[in-house]
């Protein structure tokens, strides 16, 4: 028995212990309840910042945007009392709910939403994951102060839905700089505490328009998947909502104590390959790579079979999907032909770099196990979440596995300076095609050329659209069972019998 296993046994078994000992602390008070997350917010500001994590804890709680993408997938008004769009669809019209307030007490205006979505489109916007979407608004124009018209200058019939993601939160401009550490939104939360690398906690605003039956809210970071049953088991956690111990699934669902839910994401994983950097630079380098990995080995063993194998970057929940798994099949004998033909002389020695979630640090093994088969000796690295973020996504990677959770997300291969540096006219037109057309047969056969092109260009190895698995105490209510964008409606939340 290795070290590491006697350690997560005798971590189990103080958590059983201490279940048995008495009380779950965490269920103490019934407006009170403490989740665990994966990763730690590198800042609490979603327009400045990519990670998901910042969406887990200030979306929806604290910060809030016009609109609102619920459990399903479905859009609904959010800051927004309803809206419109002209036929043309290049513009919306959104009425405003009026009495709304900041939590430092000032009101909500459509000049609010002007200084957000301009400060969004600005040269210097830190605002990169969604910039796309803003640049694409020509005007926005207050015409009261509950109406904000925004002008187009191509029609996009996805806005609703963007403007319900964390990157299009509403800030105010007094405030806005002071959002990192201490954002300042229209949601039933504020920030109450921020333990660096240990937790985060909110509590209800007794003048918000929501009143939520949970006054307090903890999310303690716990990235170690024996660690997250540990936590559970022993009543530290509440519940855990984007469970990733998918081993100790069955133990949870066979335990009285626990409700499990299963849902669907938006997730792409991939093992991301840097483009810029030999011998990556070479497609027939890239289709080596695709071809070595085995997708649905990697889901079983890894995912222990809790995923979807993709084939592009584009999620089978997401609109327009294409199945293209059978593009490169595995075939390590036909990975060791590329590389021949690509002059690429073995063994190829690269780095592959993962961050802490456990589909990284698991799947880097399982994926570096597959890559020597065809003669890539990929040697790992394991990084914090802050170091990734400061390492491979500004570009300075080999390779890395990483879980892309936004939906839709393919304008980012548009984005030449983005991490993966692929740059390509072809695709460049295929986007600029699809957002002149109001069609929505067009649209969708756009979206099909767009995960061709990219299948085709082999920018990344595709592995898995992973499933949602959220485990809670039996009688906690309202934790999200899907992911359509990552986010924690705490608003929703109650404890019932």
Request: no cysteine; proline share 6%.
């Given at each position: 028995?290795?070290?590491?296993?006697?350690?997560?046994?005798?971590?189990?078994?103080a958590a059983?212990?201490?279940?048995?000992?008495?009380?779950?602390?965490?269920?103490?008070?019934?407006?009170?309840?403490?989740?665990?997350?994966?990763?730690?917010?590198?800042s609490l500001?979603?327009?400045?910042a990519?990670?998901?994590?910042?969406?887990?804890?200030?979306?929806?709680?604290?910060?809030?945007?016009l609109?609102?993408?619920?459990?399903?997938?479905?859009?609904?008004?959010?800051?927004?009392?309803?809206?419109?769009?002209?036929?043309?669809?290049?513009?919306?019209?959104?009425r405003?709910?009026?009495?709304?307030?900041?939590?430092?007490?000032?009101?909500?205006?459509?000049?609010?939403?002007?200084?957000?979505?301009?400060?969004?489109?600005a040269?210097?916007?830190?605002?990169?994951?969604?910039?796309?979407?803003?640049?694409?608004?020509?005007?926005?124009?207050?015409?009261?102060?509950?109406?904000?018209i925004?002008?187009l200058?191509?029609?996009?019939?996805?806005?609703?839905?963007?403007?319900?993601?964390?990157?299009?939160?509403?800030?105010?401009?007094?405030?806005?700089?002071?959002?990192?550490s201490?954002?300042?939104g229209?949601?039933?939360?504020v920030?109450?505490?921020?333990?660096?690398?240990?937790?985060?906690?909110l509590?209800?605003?007794?003048?918000?328009?929501?009143?939520?039956?949970?006054?307090?809210?903890?999310?303690?970071?716990?990235?170690?998947?024996?660690?997250?049953?540990?936590?559970?088991?022993?009543?530290?956690?509440?519940?855990?909502?984007?469970?990733?111990?998918?081993?100790?699934?069955?133990?949870?669902q066979?335990?009285?104590?626990f409700?499990?839910?299963?849902?669907t994401?938006?997730?792409?994983?991939?093992?991301?390959?840097?483009?810029?950097?030999?011998p990556?630079?070479?497609?027939?380098?890239?289709r080596?790579?695709?071809?070595?990995?085995?997708?649905?080995?990697?889901?079983?063993?890894?995912?222990?079979?809790?995923?979807?194998?993709?084939?592009?970057?584009?999620?089978p929940?997401?609109?327009?999907?294409?199945?293209?798994?059978?593009?490169?099949?595995?075939?390590?004998e036909?990975?060791?032909?590329?590389?021949?033909?690509?002059?690429?002389?073995t063994?190829?020695?690269?780095?592959?770099t993962?961050?802490?979630?456990?589909?990284?640090?698991?799947?880097?093994?399982?994926?570096?196990?597959?890559?020597?088969?065809?003669?890539?000796?990929?040697?790992?690295?394991n990084?914090?979440?802050?170091?990734w973020?400061?390492?491979?996504?500004?570009?300075?990677?080999?390779?890395?596995?990483?879980?892309?959770v936004?939906?839709?997300?393919?304008?980012?291969?548009?984005?030449?300076?983005?991490?993966w540096?692929?740059?390509?006219?072809?695709f460049?037109?295929?986007?600029?095609?699809?957002?002149?057309?109001?069609?929505?047969?067009?649209?969708?056969?756009?979206?099909?050329?767009?995960?061709?092109?990219?299948?085709?260009?082999?920018?990344?190895?595709?592995?898995?659209?992973?499933?949602?698995?959220a485990?809670?105490?039996?009688?906690?209510?309202?934790?999200?069972a899907?992911?359509?964008?990552f986010?924690?409606?705490?608003?929703a939340?109650?404890?019932?019998?």
């Amino acid at each position: 028995m290795t070290l590491h296993r006697r350690a997560t046994l005798a971590l189990l078994a103080a958590a059983a212990l201490a279940v048995a000992a008495g009380p779950a602390q965490a269920q103490s008070r019934k407006d009170s309840v403490v989740l665990g997350m994966v990763l730690e917010p590198p800042s609490l500001d979603p327009t400045s910042a990519a990670a998901a994590a910042i969406g887990e804890v200030v979306h929806y709680n604290i910060l809030e945007g016009l609109t609102k993408v619920n459990v399903d997938g479905s859009v609904t008004p959010l800051l927004a009392q309803d809206w419109s769009e002209t036929p043309d669809g290049t513009t919306y019209t959104f009425r405003l709910r009026k009495g709304i307030t900041f939590s430092d007490g000032s009101p909500f205006t459509a000049d609010d939403v002007k200084f957000s979505f301009e400060r969004a489109k600005a040269a210097d916007s830190k605002n990169k994951a969604k910039k796309a979407v803003f640049d694409n608004i020509a005007r926005i124009t207050v015409t009261a102060p509950d109406v904000v018209i925004l002008t187009l200058d191509r029609a996009d019939p996805t806005l609703p839905f963007r403007l319900g993601e964390n990157t299009a939160v509403i800030l105010q401009a007094k405030t806005a700089e002071q959002a990192a550490s201490n954002p300042i939104g229209t949601g039933p939360y504020v920030l109450s505490d921020w333990k660096k690398g240990s937790a985060l906690t909110l509590t209800a605003r007794p003048d918000a328009r929501v009143k939520p039956t949970i006054k307090r809210v903890s999310f303690r970071i716990i990235n170690d998947p024996a660690a997250q049953v540990a936590a559970l088991l022993a009543g530290d956690i509440d519940g855990m909502p984007r469970f990733a111990a998918f081993q100790s699934l069955k133990q949870f669902q066979a335990d009285k104590r626990f409700t499990v839910t299963q849902g669907t994401t938006a997730g792409k994983g991939q093992l991301t390959i840097n483009n810029k950097k030999k011998p990556f630079d070479d497609v027939r380098v890239r289709r080596a790579v695709m071809h070595a990995i085995d997708r649905q080995a990697f889901i079983d063993g890894v995912l222990e079979g809790l995923g979807k194998p993709i084939g592009s970057h584009f999620a089978p929940t997401d609109t327009g999907y294409l199945d293209l798994t059978k593009v490169y099949p595995y075939d390590p004998e036909k990975a060791k032909a590329l590389l021949k033909e690509a002059g690429v002389a073995t063994p190829l020695n690269v780095t592959l770099t993962l961050p802490p979630p456990p589909y990284a640090r698991k799947g880097g093994e399982v994926v570096a196990a597959m890559l020597a088969k065809v003669g890539i000796v990929a040697k790992i690295e394991n990084v914090e979440w802050a170091q990734w973020l400061s390492g491979p996504f500004k570009g300075n990677f080999d390779l890395t596995i990483i879980n892309h959770v936004e939906p839709l997300d393919y304008l980012q291969y548009s984005n030449k300076d983005y991490y993966w540096g692929y740059s390509s006219k072809t695709f460049d037109d295929i986007v600029k095609a699809h957002a002149g057309t109001t069609s929505a047969s067009e649209r969708t056969r756009y979206w099909h050329q767009m995960q061709r092109q990219l299948t085709t260009d082999a920018v990344n190895a595709w592995i898995f659209n992973p499933g949602q698995v959220a485990v809670a105490k039996k009688g906690l209510q309202g934790l999200w069972a899907s992911s359509p964008i990552f986010a924690n409606d705490m608003a929703a939340v109650r404890w019932g019998q």
